[in-house]
């Protein structure tokens, strides 16, 4: 299982950090990755690491703004996001996949494990 917090209101420009409980299994052969879906639009992936070799992705729009990171000892999966966008708001969602991760997770957008989505609203 899953469980995302970290969600909320802030002013652009402001900062928020997204955390990723995981549970009933460990990081060593999953991808975590964060997805995030906007009113109206389609989910997509925001960011991943990918346990196997430490790799991380980033969508373009986020990189430089947005960095994941993790507590093995916690099991548990971050997505610190700074100068935040009134464009980022959205229902974040993290999301685990193992065999063949990275290609489950970060090129076809699906995934063994969701969590519940966590509202991040950016107010201009």
């Known amino acids: 299982q899953l469980q995302a917090s970290g969600g909320g209101l802030v002013q652009a420009g402001g900062s928020l950090r997204l955390s990723c409980a995981a549970s009933?299994?460990?990081?060593?052969?999953?991808?975590i990755g964060w997805f995030r879906q906007a009113p109206g639009k389609e989910r997509e992936g925001v960011s991943c690491i990918n346990f196997r070799d430490g790799n991380t992705y980033y969508l373009g729009s986020v990189k430089g703004r947005f960095t994941i990171s993790s507590d093995n000892a916690k099991n548990t999966v971050f997505l610190q996001m700074n100068s935040l966008k009134p464009e980022d708001t959205a229902v974040y969602y993290c999301a685990a996949a193992t065999g063949p991760a990275l290609l489950k997770l970060w090129v076809r957008n699906t995934a063994d494990y969701w969590g519940q989505g966590t509202l991040v609203t950016v107010s201009s």
């Open positions: 009933g299994f460990t990081f060593d052969d999953y991808a």
